[in-house]
């Protein structure tokens, strides 16, 4: 969309308040969406939920490809905004649910580092689709994305269901068998099914493939009154957790920089498109190869350590930027060395971003919340991204207006900095620990200096 809204805006004549609307409309979709997915798979189970997200997406880029006017592009974009509220919840509830803890941040990241590899891809094609006709090249952008989704349809059938879901639904025997697939040993299998089996109140000694669950526990109904009405000390800490990570998440600026990069850089006074959507490639690049060394990095060195040097690189490379676009909109003269500067502290806010703050805190998120509340409490977060996400883009055009791009600038890095004291005063480390751990350990009172400590003795 970032490359097809330079043209879309040509073609159709809309207005620059037409152009956020049509990109922000998105998330307004995706809103509803996210509080269903959880319930949705919950009740139908992770794998369907996928195909089902992955069918309204093909559907919503075929109706953007045709894309006959301003009012189709919207409905197809609220298409695509709901096949993407079911697929940020499910895709890392899934794959936490099937990884073993010692690789889980690596497996549950792998989501995140395909979203920005397809990014890179997008910024690729659209480089290449630029090319074509005015009328053509931007349709082919939006249309291209139904490719993927009918692959993805294809492959979630031949996967195996969530084996937490399956105990869930009382169906132990095939829970056993998805864990002997997914576990490094038959010991780990078996270690992990008696530590689901406790969080689903079930006995950990039964030994029947096909248990009675309760049908609130099977189907996830109360799980929002729990988590909203009554919460435990731990279940409302791990709400504020997820709340704080998906609300930071967004509001560091990252959307509406990568929406509206070549606004950015045109103001700088790069003019030609061809260079823009070129400029934009790096970006991308910058953005896939620092999510993918964040996923090596997960189980190593930890969530809670990565947050905080992302944060902390974010909050530099903004104040930079913020520094380069008020000496280009004070001066009355072009200014070539900000070019170069400009899109070199673009491309480093993102690696740290990529590294950090985007990749964790799916992960962070997607492990924290009891079995019983992991899906619909991931989509409260996940609620909470997309409101910010919406804001942010939504408001990116006429908050630059108002203050100017430099001043928009500083203003994230202002909230990142507010992000970074969030993650060392509130969340605590969750590396290695099983998910049936997780209210343990936010139960228990969080010391900076315990979780340092704990950190340490494990390298050492």
């Keep these: 969309m970032a490359g097809a809204l330079l043209f879309i805006k040509e073609e159709l004549q809309i207005s620059d308040l037409q152009v956020e609307l049509l990109a922000g409309i998105l998330n307004v979709c995706a809103l509803p969406a996210c509080m269903a997915a959880g319930r949705t798979s919950d009740y139908i189970g992770r794998r369907y939920t996928i195909v089902l997200a992955s069918v309204i997406f093909l559907l919503g880029s075929l109706l953007m490809g045709y894309g006959s006017s301003y009012l189709i592009l919207i409905i197809g974009r609220c298409i695509v905004g709901s096949g993407v509220g079911f ?10 649910e099937i990884s073993s803890p010692s690789y889980r941040g690596f497996l549950t990241s792998l989501s995140d580092v395909s979203i920005n590899f397809g990014l890179l891809l997008g910024y690729v094609s659209n480089y290449f689709l630029g090319k074509l006709s005015l009328n053509l090249g931007w349709r082919m952008m939006l249309a291209l994305p139904a490719v993927p989704s009918l692959v993805l349809v294809i492959l979630m059938l031949k996967l195996v269901e969530s084996p937490r ?6 169906r132990v025997g095939e829970a056993r068998k998805v864990l002997l697939l997914v576990s490094n040993s038959k010991e780990e299998a078996e270690q992990r099914l008696r530590e689901i089996k406790v969080a689903a109140g079930i006995d950990e000694k039964c030994t029947q493939d096909i248990v009675e669950v309760p049908n609130k526990a099977r189907s996830g109904s109360g799980a929002l009154k729990e988590l909203f009405c009554k919460p435990s000390p731990p279940v409302r800490r791990i709400l504020i957790a997820a709340i704080g990570v998906h609300l ?5 600026g990252i959307e509406g920089i990568l929406l509206y990069s070549p606004r950015v850089f045109e103001r700088t006074g790069i003019m030609n498109k061809s260079k823009l959507l070129l400029a934009t490639v790096g970006m991308g690049i910058s953005q896939a190869v620092f999510t993918f060394l964040s996923a090596f990095l997960l189980d190593r060195v930890g969530r809670r350590i990565l947050l905080l040097i992302s944060a902390g690189g974010v909050v530099v490379t ?16 072009k200014q070539m060395w900000t070019i170069g ?24 998120s997607s492990e924290i919340f009891p079995l019983r509340l992991r899906a619909q409490g991931l989509g409260v977060g996940v609620t909470v991204n997309r409101i910010s996400n919406v804001v942010v883009v939504s408001t990116f055009i006429s908050i630059y207006k ?39 350990i936010f139960g228990k009172k969080f010391q900076v200096k315990d979780t340092n400590e704990a950190w340490l003795r494990q390298k050492a």
Excluded at 87 to 96: E, G, H, K, T, W
Excluded at 165 to 170: A, D, E, N, S, T
Excluded at 403 to 415: D, P
């Design 87 to 96: 697929a940020l919840i499910i895709a890392p509830v899934y794959s936490a």
């Design 248 to 252: 930071f998440q967004q509001v560091c």
């Design 341 to 364: 500067f400009t899109i070199v502290f673009t491309y480093i806010f993102v690696a740290f971003v990529a590294i950090g703050i985007g990749p964790v805190t799916w992960v962070y």
């Design 165 to 170: 879901w399956l105990v869930m639904q009382g």
């Design 318 to 333: 903004l104040f930079g930027l913020g520094v380069c676009m008020a000496m280009v909109e004070h001066s009355k003269e």
């Design 402 to 440: 108002k203050i100017t791009l430099g001043g928009s600038f500083f203003m994230y890095t202002g909230i990142t900095a507010l992000a970074w004291w969030f993650y060392y005063t509130f969340l605590p480390e969750t590396k290695g620990r099983p998910l049936e751990d997780m209210e343990t």
